[in-house]
């Protein structure tokens, strides 16, 4: 099999013919690649398979058509084809997109246009947009505070009537009638409910535990029934007035009586009397029945304890995803995701930095944390011709960031090709299991003075553990500097929205000690 490009070189946008040649039995059937496989170059077009026949053989060429759009050094990876049962691969090979020039010389140039005045008025969304959705946010909260505080209040006054005793919640209440005013506003349905309740809510409590659902018969046959049998000492006269009072109140609900004012306040004396008499006729409670209620009592306090942790974690937990949401639409999503949970690449940006002097010769640069001693063992050959060769790092390729050091240290007076080292950038990412690799290369200095080659460019890694391809940026500097050569590789996941800031600090810190 033999494969070949009709030229290395092109500008951007021009066209490269790539021609694939094989031979193979003529009942073997040949598939060629097919799609975007010569990625970082785009296929304009795949051409027709040209077959020749020669007796029992057959000679197969393939064409594709191929283009880039960005200037740099490309490398077209190896192709899979498959002949019959067996996969054969082709060479990958090297192409440079230059870029075009322009000759400013013969270009026609032009005068620069006058500036423009433009009206600068905005739209009422424009100005105001981002005031009124804070308006709206505010209202929301302040809203949603005034709603807790308000039934919170009401609960803890309703809490506070019912941990009341049964008497002075009973007097409670009738004070509460004689301050409603519903006789003057003509409400007897209301004024006769809210009494006959209270007596009967007294009696609930402390006589009869189905007083509030039972009828007025039963609720009077019941309190003749506790006083025949001795548990309830009242008067037989108080029952009579019991009784009438609970019947004219049933009258005002279900018939709409309306007893004049002078016999509503008459009757609401009744009930006080009949309540302050049963106080006194209910007898005094055993130690059993004392031990009883105080079990009752700590029960009660136990399941209100739960109640109100409860409610605080509820309200505490609604408060919270209120506090997120806002924080998320001022924010954004990842933002307050990363600040909660965390981001590796943002706490290397956001954490304390330290400048170090790696190597000999020296290569200063500021990082997230220190690089550690990658040990590194000569070959004979290599410490004939070397004095040194040291490698520091930190991270991996298949990571979120990888930072690598490197300095090498000549005995004898050494000229280096600094482009001879481009040209090995695939070579190490590809030994690495990169592939699709773009290289691009321009002439670098440091804020110090040092000179040397930027190499930059990208790629993609097989992550191991997620078994998906993972696409990085790399940029490596490359310096001769004292007689020895100095690396520095900074590679990180292009997707990482943290990564390129970092990056840019490593890079703008590197110095090196003969810049000085």
Do not use: C
Not at 118 to 146: K, S
Not at 483 to 507: L, N, P
């Amino acid at each position: 099999m033999a494969t070949s490009i009709d030229s290395t070189s092109i500008q951007i946008g021009g066209e490269i013919r790539y021609k694939m040649q094989i031979e193979a039995d003529a009942a073997e059937v040949v598939v060629f690649p097919e799609g975007q496989t010569f990625a970082p170059l785009e296929v304009i077009e795949s051409f027709k398979t040209d077959t020749t026949r020669n007796g029992n053989k057959l000679s197969l060429i393939k064409e594709y058509a191929l283009t880039q759009f960005d200037s740099g050094r490309y490398t077209i990876p190896r192709q899979k084809i498959m002949i019959g049962n067996q996969t054969v691969f082709s060479d990958s090979l090297q192409v440079q997109v230059r870029d075009v020039l322009v000759d400013t010389t013969k270009q026609k140039m032009y005068q620069i246009k006058p500036l423009v005045e433009v009206d600068a008025t905005r739209g009422f969304w424009d100005r105001f947009g981002t005031f009124i959705t804070y308006f709206i946010l505010g209202l929301i909260v302040i809203t949603i505070i005034v709603f807790i505080i308000y039934f919170s209040r009401k609960k803890k006054q309703k809490k506070a009537l019912n941990e009341l005793p049964p008497y002075e919640k009973a007097i409670l209440a009738l004070k509460q009638i004689d301050e409603s005013h519903l006789l003057e506003q003509d409400s007897h349905k209301e004024y006769y409910s809210k009494l006959s309740d209270t007596a009967r809510k007294y009696i609930d409590d402390e006589v009869y535990d189905h007083a509030m659902e039972s009828t007025t018969d039963e609720l009077i046959a019941r309190l003749d029934h506790e006083i025949k049998y001795g548990s309830l000492n009242l008067d037989t006269n108080t029952i009579k007035e019991l009784k009438a009072v609970l019947k004219t109140a049933d009258m005002a609900k279900f018939a709409n009586s309306k007893p004049d004012v002078i016999t509503a306040k008459a009757d609401r004396n009744v009930i006080e009397k009949v309540i302050n008499e049963t106080k006194d006729a209910i007898p005094e409670p055993t130690e059993e029945e004392l031990l009883a209620d105080e079990e009752y009592r700590r029960n009660k306090a136990e399941k209100k304890r739960i109640r109100l942790i409860a409610f605080g974690s509820i309200a505490g937990v609604i408060l919270l995803m209120i506090t997120l949401l806002i924080f998320i639409l001022i924010k954004g999503f990842d933002t307050v995701k990363d600040s909660i949970l965390g981001h590796p690449t943002k706490e290397l940006a956001e954490g304390e930095w330290m400048s170090s002097a790696y190597g000999s010769p020296p290569v200063t640069v500021a990082t997230p944390e220190v690089l550690i001693r990658n040990q590194y063992q000569l070959t004979e050959e290599q410490k004939q011709q070397l004095r040194g060769n040291e490698t520091f790092v930190y991270g991996s390729l298949i990571g979120n960031f990888y930072i690598n050091v490197s300095t090498v240290n000549y005995k004898e007076p050494t000229e280096i090709n600094l482009n001879e080292i481009v040209e090995g950038v695939v070579g190490y990412f590809e030994s690495q299991g990169a592939k699709n690799i773009s290289v691009k290369d321009e002439e670098y200095e440091t804020l110090g003075g040092a000179e040397g080659i930027k190499v930059f460019g990208t790629m993609e890694v097989m992550n191991p553990v997620s078994k998906k391809n993972q696409k990085n940026e790399y940029e490596m500097l490359n310096f001769a500097e004292n007689g020895g050569f100095q690396q520095v590789i900074v590679v990180y996941d292009k997707e990482d929205r943290y990564a390129t800031d970092v990056a840019k600090r490593i890079i703008n810190s590197v110095e090196l000690k003969s810049a000085e």
